[in-house]
């Protein structure tokens, strides 16, 4: 079930994110391995088995890198997110041998809060200047002006082409930005600042000698804006 499961979203989604269902799905079935040895087909689970699992998740510990650490809230989310879509796909699809329904939906996912330390003006003023200090460098004021003026996800300017920068017939600068999460390329306006910063940092890209990294959805090397010590920063 889980490798048609798969292979199904193998044909819409990135590598990196069916790679990351599967590793999820591996999670989830050595647990009722190990749990509920008598379940032979996911129509026997119910929620409250559902909910056991994902309750134990907070007590269970890293045995690859940093071993004996607690799993992270962003990884169990994740998880949690994986599993709920898995079973929200097999149900709608009427697959033999499924729940009627999910067990699980979106308000199982454990909330992400964000503590919030207390407004300090003399810390923000001094954040404001540390900032500003950083912003010099090419990297920094050119991520942080792309950023500002273009709205895109972060990933998406991680994987900026050298050559992102272009103009509509107008003369009005706009960036191109590559398929990432939407999975179609797509280009926005940007503001001349920000276009100056890309033109800097770009010339000091074009004087290095690196020969680009494959990426495996277009099929040829790519030279990045944003690369530094052969990793995109």
Not at 12 to 39: C, F, H, Y
């Amino acid at each position: 079930m889980i490798d048609r499961y798969l292979a199904e979203r193998a044909l819409i989604d990135r590598p990196v994110t069916v790679n990351g269902a599967r590793q999820s799905l591996r999670k989830l079935t050595m647990w009722l391995a190990e749990t509920r040895p008598a379940v032979e087909t996911l129509a026997e689970l119910a929620r409250t088995d559902l909910l056991d699992f994902l309750q134990l998740l907070p007590n269970q510990r890293k045995t690859n890198q940093n071993p004996g650490a607690e799993l992270s809230l962003s990884y169990r989310r994740s998880l949690t997110w994986r599993i709920q879509a898995f079973f929200g796909h097999v149900c709608q699809a009427a697959w033999d041998d499924v729940p009627a329904r999910p067990p699980i939906s979106a308000a199982d996912v454990p909330p992400h809060h964000q503590a919030r330390p207390p407004l300090d003006p003399r810390a923000r003023t001094r954040t404001a200047d540390g900032a500003d200090s950083r912003a010099r460098m090419p990297y920094q004021r050119c991520v942080l002006l792309v950023a500002r003026w273009s709205g895109a996800r972060r990933a998406e300017i991680r994987k900026l082409h050298l050559d992102c920068l272009d103009t509509y017939a107008d003369g009005t600068h706009r960036i191109r930005l590559a398929a990432v999460k939407s999975r179609k390329e797509r280009s926005v306006p940007i503001h001349f600042e920000a276009a100056e910063a890309i033109e800097t940092l770009a010339a000091l890209r074009r004087r290095q000698s690196d020969r680009g990294i494959y990426d495996p959805e277009l099929g040829r090397p790519v030279r990045y804006l944003f690369l530094r010590s052969g990793v995109c920063s």
